[in-house]
């Protein structure tokens, strides 16, 4: 889950980062940036839910 906690709080600090890029009329090229950087956090963040879900099944599942 720390992953997990990480990541989301990465996210976030990119998202509001965004917004205020946006906000000062920064140029396209940083913009765009912290776009690919946000849609990169996303994606691993999905993937470690996945890996977190898929672990929690399989050792749930599984008796001693």
């Known amino acids: 889950m720390n992953n997990v906690n990480t990541l989301e ?3 976030k600090d990119a998202q ?3 917004k205020y890029l946006i906000k000062n009329n920064a140029s396209k090229t940083k913009i765009s940036e912290i776009k690919r950087i946000e849609n990169f956090l996303e994606l691993e963040l999905n993937k470690e839910k996945v890996v977190n879900t898929l ?3 399989y050792f749930g599942n599984q008796q001693d």
């Open 55 to 57: 672990t929690n099944l």
């Open 9 to 11: 709080r990465r996210l």
């Open 16 to 18: 509001r980062i965004k």
